[in-house]
């Protein structure tokens, strides 16, 4: 059997085989003798026929990918040159695009400014709540960024939006009791009061099952009540999250998800690495909103009573900072966009603490939780002792009669300076001097 050629041809819009009637008529030929008659041949000749036809078959699709080759070939060149002349074009277009972006972002930031300014002067309803409801995301509404300016209906837009807020507020304040810091952590995230009742109703339900927390808040008049909650964890550390920029004295009674690492109840010990971190917060999963993630983790160690070490670094985590928590913190996205990013970090703090006994304030259900979870999804090995120096102020309190237990009363309360709270290296710090003032006290 001979080799098959063929001979193409190509026109604009259109290719040609140019011998297709000479081929045609070759293959028909030169198959007969391959066809198994009547009398049918033996295996082996048959397996050797196949074979062959299989190889002429296979010179035909060569035949076809050569064409194919040979026609895309100058096709290819014709359009890599016109890349090149698009991407001339396509210099000033997204410059132009760039521009546009940037103006449109100017023009909502000078709007949002201009709302702000609008709230900022009638917000008197809201109290000491103005700030959580200017930074709820469901605050302002996209048509208001959308306009141009800011119009009359929507100046009556937020004063609706605002005393409005101030009548929920005011009635999960007058009618929850116990239950109303952490119900209105939740009315922040969507300023909806049915939402609040199905969170109340599911905090009821929670007390007489599974816990996911208990949280015993206090008010400035001494009472104090405790909260079940039963949730996912994510939620949960929201909740705790939302009770501290809030500025609520509370501490979490128990928790019932593990950290796996073991908590230390007596403040028997002179060695340990004090903690604290900062995180981004959130607006909650019912305001779409990704989990918080760390931004900073800061620690001390002291050794036989002396500081010997210090551990600050600031983590990228991977989602935006919420407004409030810039505010509290000082810590915005431009700070942390090009620093490692949180699981390196963790790491480094894990290299740093060692085997020591951790020491911090709320750490149990609020530091420790974000760390171990980074931990295990890292593959870090993470299992050191903890001592949460907020339980046990929580067991002194009464004996002593402190108004709180917050790391910033303590603080004062014993005399040591914070440079800067709610910065983790500066809250660390002065847990170390917490830690040793608790250590002299005697608990129940």
């Not at 909502?108 to 900022?120: Q, T």
């Amino acid at each position: 059997m001979k080799k098959v050629k063929m001979l193409i041809s190509r026109k604009p819009g259109k290719i040609n085989i140019d011998n297709f009637d000479e081929l045609k008529e070759y293959i028909t030929e030169a198959v007969k003798p391959y066809t198994i008659g009547k009398n049918g041949e033996n295996t082996s000749k048959a397996a050797y026929n196949r074979k062959m036809l299989v190889k002429l078959k296979g010179e035909l699709e060569a035949g076809m990918k050569e064409a194919v080759s040979v026609y895309n070939t100058p096709l290819e060149e014709v359009r890599f040159l016109i890349m090149q002349l698009s991407a001339i074009i396509d210099t000033p277009i997204a410059a132009i695009d760039e521009y546009t972006k940037s103006n449109s972002i100017k023009s909502k930031k000078k709007l949002n400014s201009s709302i702000r300014a609008f709230f900022e002067a009638n917000c008197a309803p809201l109290g000491e709540y103005a700030e959580s409801i200017i930074e709820s995301p469901a605050f302002i509404e996209d048509k208001w960024l959308e306009a141009k300016a800011l119009t009359m209906s929507t100046k009556h837009a937020i004063i609706e939006k605002i005393n409005l807020a101030a009548k929920d507020i005011s009635s999960i304040e007058t009618t929850t009791h116990s239950l109303a810091p952490v119900l209105l952590a939740k009315y922040f995230e969507t300023l909806s009061i049915s939402d609040v009742i199905s969170f109340r109703e599911a905090i009821v339900k929670a007390a007489n099952g599974r816990l996911g927390g208990i949280v015993r808040t206090a008010d400035e008049g001494g009472g104090q009540g405790e909260i079940v909650l039963n949730c996912s964890e994510d939620t949960f550390l929201r909740t705790l999250d939302q009770l501290k920029l809030m500025n609520v004295d509370f501490h979490v009674k128990s928790c019932t998800y593990p950290t796996v690492l073991h908590e230390i109840k007596e403040p028997y010990f002179d060695s340990f690495v004090a903690l604290d971190i900062e995180t981004t917060g959130s607006y909650g999963a019912a305001s779409g909103d990704k989990p918080a993630e760390i931004t900073e983790i800061g620690a001390v160690k002291v050794v036989n009573g002396v500081v010997t070490d210090t551990f600050s670094m600031l983590a990228n985590p991977g989602r935006s900072i919420t407004p409030h928590v810039v505010k509290l913190t000082h810590i915005t996205d431009e700070m942390v966009a090009n620093k490692p990013p949180v699981d390196e970090v963790v790491k480094k703090f894990i290299e740093f603490a060692g085997e020591s006994i951790l020491v911090g304030h709320s750490i149990k259900a609020s530091d420790l939780p974000y760390i171990c979870k980074v931990a295990a999804k890292a593959g870090l090995e993470f299992k050191n002792e903890f001592f949460d120096t907020c339980d046990y102020a929580a067991r002194l309190k009464d004996k002593y009669g402190w108004q709180k237990i917050k790391l910033e009363y303590l603080s004062e309360l014993f005399g040591i300076k914070q440079k800067e709270a709610h910065r983790a290296s500066s809250d660390a710090q002065a847990n170390v001097g917490v830690y040793f003032a608790l250590k002299a006290l005697k608990a129940d």
